[in-house]
């Protein structure tokens, strides 16, 4: 599964970057999935960060890159 971010929902609470800092960052105010890391979507500490993202801003889909 590919994980990304929608930013236009993503309120910057910075907790994704706080949670699963190998495949989340927090830049220029919003959480963003690292470069190479969108295939991270099957990682169940992923799929923990977005189910906790109080904006319901990380994306799960199937597919790869
Ligand atoms: S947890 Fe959600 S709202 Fe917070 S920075 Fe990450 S994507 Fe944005």
């Known amino acids: 599964m590919k994980v990304s971010v929608d930013?236009?929902?993503?309120y910057g609470s910075a907790e994704c970057a706080h949670r699963v800092p190998a495949v989340?960052?927090?830049e220029d105010g919003y959480g963003v999935v690292r470069p190479g890391r969108a295939?991270?979507?099957?990682?169940?500490?992923?799929?923990?960060?977005?189910e906790k993202c109080p904006?319901?801003?990380?994306?799960?889909t199937a597919?790869?890159?």
């Open 7 to 10: 930013r236009s929902v993503c």
């Open 55 to 60: 904006s319901q801003a990380i994306r799960l």
């Open 39 to 50: 295939e991270s979507g099957d990682r169940p500490e992923v799929q923990e960060a977005a």
């Open 24 to 26: 989340f960052a927090f």
């Open 63 to 65: 597919g790869t890159a």
